[in-house]
């Protein structure tokens, strides 16, 4: 990690602790928490992508019936939340495997954009999972957008090359790259 990034990282931790009692960490550990908090997380990424347009099929496509999935595989998901004043700031739905964790969605509340809410989730959640003997953190297929890149390179990712399928018509191949934070 470059040494601004790990200044960056330090001054955000630095608000964060300053906040106290006021900022809390949650992850879900039932099927019950997890159906809850997923409704919590859908309106954090909705919040989060308000202004962006659709950036795959998932997102433009009809909605799945995600209450019902995340039921079925319960005993391998969970959702790992940060709250300020009890209010939830940032929340990722993550299914594990082993010690390997796989993010596969996340929300946070553009109203703290200062805080940076889902950097900071991030950081909370690699330390919990990390005291819970999980040894890699998977943050998904990364885009060639340089400010996902170098948000995910802060956490000292990994990069491994991956083929995707696009849905579109012609189904073409393309090259993208996955990353875990060890």
Request: proline share 7%; with cysteine.
């Amino acid at each position: 990690m470059g040494c601004s990034t790990r200044r960056d990282h330090q001054r955000r931790r630095r608000a964060l602790h300053a906040l106290g009692d006021r900022i809390t960490y949650h992850r879900t550990h039932s099927t019950e928490q997890l159906l809850a908090h997923y409704r919590v997380l859908e309106h954090l990424n909705h919040q989060r992508n308000a202004d962006r347009p659709p950036a795959d099929a998932l997102a433009a496509g009809p909605r799945l019936p995600w209450p019902a999935v995340l039921a079925s595989c319960a005993p391998v998901a969970f959702i790992a939340s940060l709250h300020l004043d009890g209010q939830p700031i940032a929340a990722q739905l993550c299914l594990h495997r082993g010690t390997h964790a796989y993010s596969l969605l996340a929300g946070m509340d553009p109203r703290h954009r200062t805080l940076a809410p889902g950097r900071s989730l991030l950081s909370v959640l690699a330390e919990d999972l990390t005291a819970a003997g999980f040894t890699a953190l998977d943050l998904d297929r990364t885009t060639a957008d340089p400010g996902q890149r170098a948000y995910k390179a802060a956490f000292g990712a990994r990069w491994r090359l991956s083929s995707s399928v696009s849905t579109k018509a012609g189904g073409e191949l393309a090259p993208a790259s996955r990353c875990a934070v060890p």
